[in-house]
T-cell receptor, first 113, second 115 residues
């Protein structure tokens, strides 16, 4: 089937620490992969995406690489800031179902000064 | 473009009342999605439309929930009668498919509280 699994939160880091949030997906078809971010009180917004194997998506210092061999799309950032505190969702597209996405359960990140 | 617009932003109602949530997708987008987000269940897809036609409503929790999309620029999600367990944030999202445009754009959400 189609599913996305993220590491459970909450994740608490100090400012300037290195961040990794793990995400794996089921290998049905050739999905596009996404990371969305939800800041408090807001809707989700696209952070980055990758559409094929070995692509790297990047934005605002965040990166994720589409790894087909490990069916993973881990989110990383070298130095987090307090303003990165949010909930992060990994998602995959579904072949032949238009714009529908399957989301992971979300990982809450809290960055302390 | 103003993005996806949802109204109201906050709704407080009493159990048994009818609630109607509204969504205006981004112009030109061909898919519209309704989601519900709670602490317990996370983000759930309730129903989605393609070119105003409902495609999959398997996520709608009960017959008390209904959704319509009478035209390309407007959709409603109705709960009748509402119950306290319907309290959640409801998001609408839209997308323009094709030509690599596969980003869902989310509205700011409607926070529903049923007393």
């Amino acid at each position: 089937g189609n599913s996305v699994t993220q590491m459970e939160g909450p994740v608490t880091l100090s400012e300037e620490a290195f961040l990794t949030i793990n995400c794996t997906y089921t290998a049905t078809g050739y999905p596009s992969l996404f990371w969305y971010v939800q800041y408090p009180g807001e809707g989700l917004q696209l952070l980055l995406k990758a559409t094929k194997a070995d692509d790297k998506g990047s934005n605002k210092g965040f990166e994720a690489t589409y790894r087909k061999e490990t069916t993973s799309f881990h989110l990383e950032k070298g130095s987090v800031q307090v303003s990165d505190s949010a909930v992060y969702f990994c998602a995959r597209s579904i072949y032949n179902q238009g714009g529908k996405l399957i989301f992971g359960q979300g990982t809450e990140l809290s960055v302390k000064p | 473009d103003a993005g996806v617009i949802q109204s109201p932003r906050h709704e407080v109602t009493e159990m048994g009342q009818e609630v109607t949530l509204r969504c205006k997708p981004i112009s030109g987008h061909d898919y519209l999605f309704w989601y519900r987000q709670t602490m317990m269940r996370g983000l759930e897809l309730l129903i989605y439309f393609n070119n105003n036609v409902p495609i999959d409503d398997s996520g709608m929790p009960e017959d008390r929930f209904s959704a319509k999309m009478p035209n390309a620029s407007f959709s409603t999600l109705k709960i009748q009668p509402s119950e306290p367990r319907d309290s959640a944030v409801y998001f609408c999202a839209s997308i323009m498919t094709g030509a690599g445009k596969d980003e869902q754009f989310f509205g700011p959400g409607t926070r529903l509280t049923v007393l």
